[in-house]
């Protein structure tokens, strides 16, 4: 018998979400070595996060959709907008640590792609500090 249950993240995480900027809590990053490669061995800084509500207009019609990108340790200058967006002076031969991020909010901006044959969330590595003027905007109300 193959029974499986999915939480509220698994039903949320095929949502593909309209191309925004979106603040979202970063709730991990971790460390994993790459699957071999040609050009040798590296590392893989997975991040998962979660969407709070569009970064521009506070609108929650995407929120709680987890968003999933990651870092390599062979490109790591994506990471530099993304520790900038939350104040890092970077310098050349110092040492960041990025699950410090795990926690914190950020704005991302999200947009689709195709992956095969079908649409998917992406980041590009497009990252700002928030936008300390935006909030959630009040969840919707019911007319009786």
């Known amino acids: 018998m193959a029974i499986v249950q999915f939480s509220p993240r ?9 191309p ?3 603040r979202v809590r970063i709730e991990n990053i971790g460390e994993q070595p790459a699957k071999a490669s040609e050009k040798g061995p590296s590392t893989n800084y997975p991040v998962e996060s979660t969407i709070l509500f569009n970064g ?5 019609m995407f929120a ?14 994506f990471a530099v907008g993304f520790l900038k967006a939350f104040g890092v002076e970077v310098e050349a ?5 990025l699950a410090s991020a795990a926690g914190k909010e950020v704005d991302v901006y999200i947009d689709n792609d ?3 044959n079908r649409t998917v969330n992406r ?4 990252y700002r500090p928030i936008k300390t003027d935006v909030t959630a905007a ?6 009786a």
């Open 93 to 97: 031969g110092k040492r960041f640590d």
């Open 10 to 18: 698994d039903i949320r995480r095929g949502t593909v979400v309209a």
């Open 138 to 143: 009040p969840a919707p109300t019911s007319v």
């Open 114 to 116: 195709i992956y095969q």
């Open 64 to 77: 709680n959709v987890p968003v999933d990108w990651m870092f390599n340790s062979k490109a790591i200058g």
């Open 123 to 126: 980041v590009n590595h497009q």
């Open 20 to 22: 925004a900027w979106y």
């Open 56 to 60: 521009d207009n506070g609108d929650i």
